[in-house]
Protein backbone atom coordinates (compact mmCIF):
# COMPACT_ATOMS: atom_id res chain seq x y z
CA UNK A 1 0.00 0.00 0.00
CA UNK A 2 0.67 3.91 -0.20
CA UNK A 3 2.76 5.10 2.18
CA UNK A 4 1.97 8.95 3.06
CA UNK A 5 4.29 10.69 5.33
CA UNK A 6 2.92 14.08 7.50
CA UNK A 7 4.74 16.62 8.88
CA UNK A 8 5.15 18.32 11.53
CA UNK A 9 3.64 15.75 13.66
CA UNK A 10 2.98 18.60 16.26
CA UNK A 11 3.15 22.16 16.07
CA UNK A 12 2.19 24.94 18.53
CA UNK A 13 1.89 28.58 17.12
CA UNK A 14 0.55 31.76 18.11
CA UNK A 15 -2.69 33.24 17.35
CA UNK A 16 -2.60 35.20 14.28
CA UNK A 17 -0.24 33.44 12.72
CA UNK A 18 0.05 30.67 9.74
CA UNK A 19 1.04 27.11 9.94
CA UNK A 20 1.55 24.77 7.01
CA UNK A 21 1.05 20.80 6.60
CA UNK A 22 3.12 18.57 4.37
CA UNK A 23 1.57 16.07 3.33
CA UNK A 24 3.84 13.42 0.78
CA UNK A 25 2.93 10.67 -0.65
CA UNK A 26 5.78 8.83 -0.72
CA UNK A 27 5.54 5.45 -3.37
CA UNK A 28 1.93 6.70 -4.67
CA UNK A 29 0.79 9.32 -7.40
CA UNK A 30 -1.66 10.86 -5.78
CA UNK A 31 -3.80 12.99 -8.45
CA UNK A 32 -6.21 13.35 -5.29
CA UNK A 33 -5.43 13.87 -1.82
CA UNK A 34 -7.68 14.36 1.18
CA UNK A 35 -7.44 16.38 4.21
CA UNK A 36 -9.63 15.40 7.32
CA UNK A 37 -10.03 17.34 11.26
CA UNK A 38 -10.44 15.40 13.85
CA UNK A 39 -11.91 17.10 17.18
CA UNK A 40 -11.54 15.45 20.33
CA UNK A 41 -13.47 12.60 21.04
CA UNK A 42 -14.90 13.27 17.79
CA UNK A 43 -15.18 12.05 14.36
CA UNK A 44 -12.74 12.48 11.27
CA UNK A 45 -14.53 14.98 9.74
CA UNK A 46 -13.49 15.31 5.79
CA UNK A 47 -12.23 18.98 5.31
CA UNK A 48 -11.60 19.31 1.18
CA UNK A 49 -9.80 17.59 -1.44
CA UNK A 50 -6.78 18.40 -3.32
CA UNK A 51 -6.58 17.95 -6.76
CA UNK A 52 -3.08 18.43 -8.50
CA UNK A 53 -2.69 21.00 -10.52
CA UNK A 54 -6.48 22.61 -10.14
CA UNK A 55 -8.26 23.86 -7.57
CA UNK A 56 -8.97 22.09 -4.25
CA UNK A 57 -12.57 21.04 -3.41
CA UNK A 58 -13.86 22.05 -0.21
CA UNK A 59 -16.75 20.92 1.86
CA UNK A 60 -19.87 22.89 3.18
CA UNK A 61 -18.75 24.56 6.01
CA UNK A 62 -14.59 25.14 5.61
CA UNK A 63 -13.42 28.29 4.76
CA UNK A 64 -11.33 28.04 1.80
CA UNK A 65 -9.43 31.43 2.42
CA UNK A 66 -8.44 29.82 5.88
CA UNK A 67 -7.48 26.66 5.13
CA UNK A 68 -5.69 26.89 1.89
CA UNK A 69 -4.88 23.80 -0.36
CA UNK A 70 -1.99 23.35 -2.54
CA UNK A 71 -0.95 20.31 -4.35
CA UNK A 72 1.51 21.28 -7.10
CA UNK A 73 3.09 17.93 -7.58
CA UNK A 74 1.89 14.71 -7.22
CA UNK A 75 3.56 13.45 -4.34
CA UNK A 76 3.06 16.55 -2.20
CA UNK A 77 -0.65 18.24 -0.90
CA UNK A 78 0.31 21.35 1.40
CA UNK A 79 -2.29 22.43 3.90
CA UNK A 80 -1.76 26.17 5.07
CA UNK A 81 -3.81 27.43 8.35
CA UNK A 82 -4.06 31.06 7.98
CA UNK A 83 -4.36 33.93 10.58
CA UNK A 84 -4.88 30.69 13.46
CA UNK A 85 -6.97 31.17 16.27
CA UNK A 86 -7.27 28.65 19.11
CA UNK A 87 -10.54 27.03 17.70
CA UNK A 88 -8.43 25.97 14.73
CA UNK A 89 -6.22 23.88 17.05
CA UNK A 90 -6.87 20.46 16.32
CA UNK A 91 -5.98 17.07 14.41
CA UNK A 92 -5.65 17.32 11.07
CA UNK A 93 -5.12 14.29 8.61
CA UNK A 94 -4.20 13.62 5.21
CA UNK A 95 -4.61 10.48 2.61
CA UNK A 96 -4.35 9.11 -0.71
CA UNK A 97 -6.21 6.08 -1.97
CA UNK A 98 -6.27 3.77 -4.66
CA UNK A 99 -9.17 2.26 -5.95
CA UNK A 100 -8.91 -0.33 -3.04
CA UNK A 101 -8.29 2.06 0.48
CA UNK A 102 -7.41 4.99 1.87
CA UNK A 103 -4.40 5.57 3.56
CA UNK A 104 -3.25 8.16 6.11
CA UNK A 105 -0.66 9.83 7.21
CA UNK A 106 0.26 10.18 10.86
CA UNK A 107 -1.86 13.38 11.46
CA UNK A 108 -0.39 17.23 12.69
CA UNK A 109 -1.82 17.97 16.46
CA UNK A 110 -2.08 21.46 15.69
CA UNK A 111 -2.04 24.10 19.35
CA UNK A 112 -2.81 27.61 18.71
CA UNK A 113 -1.98 29.69 21.93
CA UNK B 1 -25.08 11.98 1.74
CA UNK B 2 -24.12 9.27 3.30
CA UNK B 3 -23.65 8.94 7.17
CA UNK B 4 -22.45 6.27 9.45
CA UNK B 5 -22.86 5.64 13.41
CA UNK B 6 -21.10 3.59 16.23
CA UNK B 7 -23.17 3.37 18.84
CA UNK B 8 -20.33 2.28 21.46
CA UNK B 9 -17.93 5.28 22.10
CA UNK B 10 -15.82 3.46 24.50
CA UNK B 11 -15.76 -0.11 25.83
CA UNK B 12 -13.58 -1.92 28.78
CA UNK B 13 -13.25 -5.30 28.60
CA UNK B 14 -10.64 -7.76 30.26
CA UNK B 15 -8.29 -10.09 28.26
CA UNK B 16 -9.95 -12.78 26.41
CA UNK B 17 -13.19 -11.65 26.31
CA UNK B 18 -15.33 -10.96 23.05
CA UNK B 19 -15.38 -8.11 21.09
CA UNK B 20 -18.12 -6.53 19.24
CA UNK B 21 -18.49 -3.04 17.68
CA UNK B 22 -21.40 -1.54 16.16
CA UNK B 23 -21.35 -0.12 12.77
CA UNK B 24 -24.33 1.36 10.83
CA UNK B 25 -24.51 3.26 8.13
CA UNK B 26 -26.79 5.14 6.22
CA UNK B 27 -27.36 5.20 1.95
CA UNK B 28 -29.35 4.07 -0.22
CA UNK B 29 -26.58 2.46 -2.82
CA UNK B 30 -24.12 0.54 -3.18
CA UNK B 31 -21.54 1.25 -0.61
CA UNK B 32 -17.81 -0.09 0.54
CA UNK B 33 -16.77 -0.92 3.73
CA UNK B 34 -14.02 -0.22 6.23
CA UNK B 35 -12.82 -0.86 9.68
CA UNK B 36 -10.03 1.37 10.84
CA UNK B 37 -8.16 1.12 14.09
CA UNK B 38 -5.79 3.88 15.63
CA UNK B 39 -3.03 2.45 17.85
CA UNK B 40 -2.01 6.00 20.85
CA UNK B 41 0.30 7.92 18.88
CA UNK B 42 -0.14 6.14 15.57
CA UNK B 43 -1.96 6.93 12.22
CA UNK B 44 -4.78 4.90 11.09
CA UNK B 45 -4.75 1.52 9.71
CA UNK B 46 -6.95 -0.46 7.82
CA UNK B 47 -8.01 -3.97 9.88
CA UNK B 48 -11.13 -4.83 6.89
CA UNK B 49 -13.11 -4.05 4.05
CA UNK B 50 -15.51 -4.90 2.39
CA UNK B 51 -16.43 -4.65 -1.52
CA UNK B 52 -18.46 -7.29 -2.43
CA UNK B 53 -18.80 -10.54 -2.21
CA UNK B 54 -19.06 -12.76 0.72
CA UNK B 55 -20.13 -10.65 3.53
CA UNK B 56 -18.15 -12.31 6.10
CA UNK B 57 -14.50 -11.18 6.22
CA UNK B 58 -11.81 -11.57 7.51
CA UNK B 59 -9.10 -8.96 8.94
CA UNK B 60 -6.04 -8.53 10.25
CA UNK B 61 -4.92 -9.87 14.22
CA UNK B 62 -7.54 -12.03 14.18
CA UNK B 63 -10.68 -9.28 13.09
CA UNK B 64 -13.67 -9.77 11.36
CA UNK B 65 -16.66 -7.96 10.41
CA UNK B 66 -20.29 -9.18 8.60
CA UNK B 67 -21.76 -7.06 6.31
CA UNK B 68 -25.65 -7.72 6.77
CA UNK B 69 -27.32 -4.93 3.81
CA UNK B 70 -30.68 -5.55 5.39
CA UNK B 71 -29.85 -3.49 8.60
CA UNK B 72 -27.28 -1.58 6.92
CA UNK B 73 -24.56 -2.60 9.77
CA UNK B 74 -20.96 -3.77 9.39
CA UNK B 75 -20.01 -4.95 12.79
CA UNK B 76 -16.80 -5.54 14.03
CA UNK B 77 -15.81 -8.76 16.00
CA UNK B 78 -12.98 -10.35 17.50
CA UNK B 79 -13.39 -13.59 19.51
CA UNK B 80 -10.69 -13.18 22.15
CA UNK B 81 -9.24 -8.97 22.59
CA UNK B 82 -5.90 -8.97 23.48
CA UNK B 83 -4.27 -6.14 25.78
CA UNK B 84 -2.25 -4.91 22.43
CA UNK B 85 -5.63 -4.37 21.18
CA UNK B 86 -6.53 -1.08 22.99
CA UNK B 87 -7.13 1.17 20.44
CA UNK B 88 -9.31 3.94 18.63
CA UNK B 89 -11.81 1.71 16.15
CA UNK B 90 -13.54 3.60 13.55
CA UNK B 91 -15.91 2.48 10.85
CA UNK B 92 -15.89 4.20 7.26
CA UNK B 93 -17.63 3.96 4.21
CA UNK B 94 -17.41 5.51 1.08
CA UNK B 95 -20.09 5.11 -2.47
CA UNK B 96 -19.21 4.14 -5.55
CA UNK B 97 -15.74 3.03 -7.37
CA UNK B 98 -12.89 5.28 -7.28
CA UNK B 99 -10.59 7.54 -5.24
CA UNK B 100 -13.44 8.85 -2.98
CA UNK B 101 -13.26 10.13 0.34
CA UNK B 102 -14.33 8.67 3.59
CA UNK B 103 -17.20 9.00 5.39
CA UNK B 104 -16.41 8.06 8.95
CA UNK B 105 -17.92 6.59 12.21
CA UNK B 106 -17.48 9.05 15.46
CA UNK B 107 -14.96 5.70 16.76
CA UNK B 108 -15.08 3.68 19.43
CA UNK B 109 -12.37 3.45 22.16
CA UNK B 110 -11.47 0.32 23.15
CA UNK B 111 -9.85 -0.16 26.46
CA UNK B 112 -8.65 -3.98 27.01
CA UNK B 113 -7.42 -4.43 30.85
CA UNK B 114 -5.05 -7.43 31.48
Known amino acids: GAVVSQHPSRVICKSGTSVKIECRSL??????MFWYRQFPKKSLMLMAT?????????EQGVEKDKFLINHASLTLSTLTVTSAHPEDSSFYIC?????????FGQGTRLTVV | AQSVSQHNHHVILSEAASLELGCNYS??????LFWYVQYPGQHLQLLLK??????LVKGIKGFEAEFIKSKFSFNLRKPSVQWSDTAEYFC????????????FGSGTRLQVQP
Open chain 1, 95 to 103: SVSDSLEAF
Open chain 1, 27 to 32: DFQATT
Open chain 1, 50 to 58: SNEGSKATY
Open chain 2, 27 to 32: YGGTVN
Open chain 2, 50 to 55: YFSGDP
Open chain 2, 92 to 103: AVNAGTGRRALT
